[in-house]
């Protein structure tokens, strides 16, 4: 070790020129696995169906919407097209009474409509630009 010395002023000046971005293109996020850390998480809706007519608007804005039917007719929402290309959209079908859930999407890819009729059922969007297309789908048919 040696016997230099940096002073406060000098000492500023190198903090202050720090970077501080973190650049996070290519990056893949994951959650911790340090026993006791919390997971990482998405802003979530939780959102009731409504009937033909006065479909219940999913939020664009929102990465994760939770939907539940509340009848035979109160099971039916929308989905407006996305801002910008590669925005993902999750919807998971969390609570069934008696109708099954039925999604119309603005524009989509190969399809006119997302319906899922058993609890626990999760499809995952992303917006080209364009179309909402189905990337991952488990429990839900397009048509």
Do not use: Y
Request: proline share 2%; aromatic share 2%.
């Amino acid at each position: 070790m040696g016997t230099k010395r940096i002073g406060l002023a000098r000492m500023e000046a190198l903090m202050e020129g720090l970077k501080r971005d973190l650049n996070l293109v290519s990056t893949t996020l994951t959650s911790p696995s340090i026993a006791g850390a919390a997971a990482l998480s998405l802003a979530t809706e939780t959102k009731a169906g409504a009937g033909t007519g006065a479909k219940t608007a999913l939020s664009i804005t929102t990465p994760l919407s939770i939907c539940t039917t509340g009848g035979a007719s109160l099971n039916h929402f929308s989905l407006a097209d996305g801002t910008t290309a590669g925005q993902v959209k999750i919807i998971s079908f969390k609570t069934k009474s008696t109708g099954n859930c039925i999604i119309t999407p603005a524009n989509l890819a190969l399809g006119n409509i997302i319906t899922a009729d058993a609890v626990g059922a999760i499809c995952i969007l992303i917006w080209d630009g364009a179309n909402w297309a189905v990337t991952d789908n488990t429990g839900m048919v397009v048509s």
